[in-house]
């Protein structure tokens, strides 16, 4: 049977590697990528966040604000192979980068703090990772920081996100003294000197080698467990060889059956080199990767620069020479001026030209082969999520997940004349970034801008104002309610009859309405049908469906909100020979249902988020009494490097201003994350 490494030598894919950067944040994403712009030669200086001299961090609000806000795109080169890297946010609000982002990749390096392990947003990207299959190498960075502990990042790796880690490195030196790595698999030791550009390579130092041939076995015994090639020849040879070693963590990272873990610190460069010997050697190509699937019927299409055109729109960017689209080429051939067809949109659009990206820095191309990742400019009507393909091979590609927005704002412009830019803005805004919504309130006539968060707003109203020339105003943010039945009605019958000249409109529904099971704060839709006899023909259940999930989107009795977490089972009806259509059931559906809802006992649901408050000890007190102030349910307490971290879940517009608070209560020494989770009763 050939293994992924076979494949890999062979495939002429196999000298590219398709891999995102992610991590909670501040746990060192970005310098992690400078360091391998600088290893590969692809820059010729170290950029520095807190300088606002890195490469992939280039939109002046990201270098305003210290943190990765866009994800960007990057090529390098490395011993022979093409790495297409993208470095992605790791602030909770900008998980819809992270999302779209990891839907094109191939692999990942997921970089935990050292000091602090495992954090909230670690473990939301790394399940993001988890829904897309994409495999991952951890990389524990910081190594040289007071307090900095492989073993314990690697215990709360193992208990928090449950993969099998197979750590292949053992560090030289603590904290500040740390110098270098052992390399388990080939039993050397890399070690660099003070303002080295790379590694000096030599024997095992006698004062660690104990250790290292410990390490080493208990690294053969967990790969012999998991992998039945290696699990022969340690019971031949009861030890197993580097080449062996090598081929067994590569197919079990590449199944997702174990996690290579490596440590170093990216800010001092040392452990980079062997990240990226680790990158080529363990992380999937193109080819490895399983074929892309038609949405509709299953059909596969293989990563071959043969086959047929396919591609996938990831990203879409307004610049000032135009518009940028972000595609991932999954098989066949893109020229400079071909024309393709958008699935998406059913249009045909024409390639005007095909851009190798460096961040915000572009090099024209001929062509792009599949396994590549690229912009392409003169896409007029593509958006993120669309499938481009050959014309006369049609295919549908699954889009990104797109998450649903939980925090509004009302938006303005301060003069009556930017109406229309603001309008115009807006737009261009809501396509760049699919996660932004924008809507106008019919009830006020306010433009409400929807996000994942705060943060998130915020970033798109100062972009309106920087790239766009507006002034505007924003109103204070709004969060997204839900309603939902607690107690629903039985046999509500609604006939609807209409007759005005002509074809008239009958239909008659007796609907049972149910809360779903799982208790307040449950989200969703269930129908069915218990109808006997064909007293209702099939066609018209259809509408009746269709037309409840009308009446749940217009809003509940409450307040207007959607309404979520309903059952609605279809029990009996009558139909007229004459005068019944899907029309009439949908619209007796929609109607009825809206009534049954006003005779339910209905609850009101709010956004809440699962919050992460790490302050000194002797700051607890203060920060317990404010979360109590903002309804705020505590679900745990512990310690973390010498640090109180209180977990709460907080409704989300509570959640307005904390960072303040915070900072003011705890002297500038407290830091939170939001994780948002769901709906609860209000």
Known sequence: MRTALDRHLTHPLATVRNLGILAHVDAGKTTVTERILYATGTTHRRGEVHDGTTVTDFDPQERDRGITIFAAAVSCAWNGHRINLIDTPGHVDFADEV??????????????????????????????????????????????????????????????????????????????????VVDLVRMRALTWSEGAESADEGPVPDAVLDEARRRRRLLEEAVAERHPPALEEFCERERLSAATLTRALRDLTVAGDGVVVLCGSAYRNRGVEPLLDAVVAYLPSPADRPPVRDARDGRERPADPAAPFTALAFKVSATATGRLTYVRVYAGTL??????????????????????????????????????????????????????????????????????????????????????????????????????????????????????GELHLEVAAEKLRRAHGLEITTGRPRVSHRETVARGVSG???????????????????????????????????????????????????????????????????????????????????????????????????????????????????????????????????????????????????????????????????????????????????????????????
């Open 99 to 180: 999302e779209r982002s990891l839907r094109v990749l191939d692999g990942a390096v997921a970089v935990f703090d050292a000091v602090a392990g495992v954090e909230p947003q670690s473990e939301s990207v790394w399940r993001q990772a988890d829904r897309h299959g994409v495999p991952r190498l951890a990389f524990v960075n910081k190594m040289d920081r007071a307090g900095a502990d492989l073993d314990a990042a690697v215990a709360s790796i193992r208990a928090r996100l449950h993969p099998a880690p197979l750590v292949v490195q053992l560090p030289l030196g603590t904290e500040n003294a740390f110098t270098g």
């Open 492 to 682: 509500f019958v609604f006939r609807h009859v209409k007759q005005d000249g002509g074809a008239g409109q009958f239909a008659h529904v007796v609907l049972d309405v149910e809360p779903l099971p799982g208790g307040p704060g449950t989200t969703g839709f269930a129908f069915a049908s218990t109808v006997v006899g064909g007293r209702v023909p099939q066609e018209y259940v259809r509408a009746v469906e269709a037309g409840c999930r009308d009446a749940l989107a217009a809003g509940g009795p409450l307040g207007g909100h959607p309404v979520t977490g309903v059952k609605v089972t279809l029990t009996d009806g009558s139909t007229h020979v004459k005068d019944s259509s899907e029309t009439a059931f949908r619209t007796a559906a929609r109607l009825g249902l809206r009534e049954a809802l006003r005779g339910c006992a209905m609850l009101l649901l709010e956004p809440v988020a699962e919050v992460t408050v790490t302050v000194p000890e002797d700051a607890v007190g203060a920060v317990l009494g404010d979360l109590a102030a903002r309804r705020a349910r505590v679900t745990g307490s512990g310690t973390r490097g010498g640090a109180a971290v209180v977990t709460a879940t907080v409704p989300l517009a509570e959640l307005f201003g904390y960072a303040t608070r915070l900072r003011s209560r705890t002297q500038g020494r407290g830091t939170f994350t939001a994780r948002p989770t769901g709906y609860a009763p209000a």
């Open 335 to 452: 020229e400079k001026g071909d024309t393709v067809w958008d699935a998406t949109a059913r249009r045909t659009e024409r390639v005007g030209r095909i851009l190798r990206v460096q961040a915000d820095r572009h090099a024209p191309v001929q062509r792009a082969h599949a396994g590549d990742i690229v912009a392409v400019v003169g896409l007029k009507a593509a958006r993120a999520g669309a499938t481009l393909c050959a014309p006369d091979a049609p295919i549908v590609l699954e889009p990104p997940d797109v998450a649903e927005p939980v925090v509004s704002v009302a938006v303005e412009a301060h003069r009556g004349t930017d109406t229309e830019r603001l309008a115009a803005a807006l737009a261009r805004l809501a396509e760049e970034d699919p996660s932004l919504v924008v809507r106008t309130d019919p009830e006020t006539g306010q433009t409400v801008l929807s996000g994942r």
